[in-house]
């Protein structure tokens, strides 16, 4: 069974930049049946969704984050990593990896929805 | 951006009576391709991420108990609890994932009256 577990430095500087990790167990990381993605949630915002990984490398991203945040995948680590750049106090927010899970249906593949997630890790940003 | 309005924010039923939660989303979330609403409903408790209940706006995830069931199509949908259970108190969030970027609803808080 996949469990996911986010991992970050908790306390952040403003303008700094904050990486997270998220490892993968019981599963691999690039299976072509699933892919990636982070969201974040703040007592201000809501849910909100950062972006989303395939196995391969290949990303897309919220274009209200765009332009401040880069995912990658690590293979040999089993692990997905986010770095979001300058950021705010309007950064401050719990946030989740979670994996899209893909299924056959009517003899073809589709993606159908997040269905494991990690338990999340809380970023503050504060000087 | 597709936004995704839940009604009510809030509401307080019974136990074993029916809870009825509404979700909006400004268009269409029906993917063409297999003709499946990209519509998604998660149950989230204090502490914990959001667990999925309900996938294609009307297929109870695995596991998940049937009591709780889905249903609507194109931008209207309905996530409905038969009978509330005491374990049912949480927060309900809708997701689309038609369209990037996904957009979540704001979130029902269901109690006990």
């Known amino acids: 069974q996949v469990q996911l577990q986010e991992s970050g430095p908790g306390l952040v500087r403003p303008s700094q930049t904050v990486s997270l990790t998220c490892l993968v167990s019981?599963?691999?990381?690039?299976?072509?049946?699933?892919?990636w993605s982070w969201m974040r949630q703040s007592a201000g915002k809501g849910l909100e969704w950062i972006g989303r990984i395939y196995g391969n490398g290949d990303a897309n991203y919220n274009p209200s984050l765009k332009s401040r945040v880069t995912m990658s995948v690590d293979t040999s680590k089993n692990q997905l990593s986010l770095n979001l750049a300058s950021v705010t106090a309007a950064d401050t927010a719990v946030y989740y990896c979670?994996?899209?899970?893909?299924?056959?249906?009517?003899?073809?593949?589709?993606?159908?929805?997040?269905?494991?997630w990690g338990q999340g890790t809380t970023v503050i940003v504060s000087s | 951006d597709i936004v995704m309005t839940q009604s009510p924010d809030s509401l307080a039923v019974s136990l074993g009576e029916r809870a009825t939660i509404s979700c909006r989303s400004s268009q269409s979330v029906l993917y063409s391709s297999n003709n499946k609403n990209y519509l998604a409903w998660f149950q989230q408790k204090p502490g914990q991420p959001p667990k999925l209940l309900i996938y294609w706006a009307s297929i109870r995830h695995s596991g998940v108990p049937d009591r709780f069931s889905g249903s609507g199509s194109g931008t209207d949908f309905t996530l409905t609890i038969s009978t509330l259970q005491a374990e049912d108190v949480a927060v309900y969030y809708c997701q689309q994932y038609d369209s990037s970027p996904w957009t979540f609803g704001q979130g029902t808080k269901v109690e006990i009256k």
């Open positions: 019981g599963g691999p990381i690039n299976s072509g049946t699933h892919y």
């Open positions: 979670a994996r899209m899970n893909g299924k056959w249906f009517e003899e073809s593949f589709y993606y159908y929805a997040l269905d494991v």
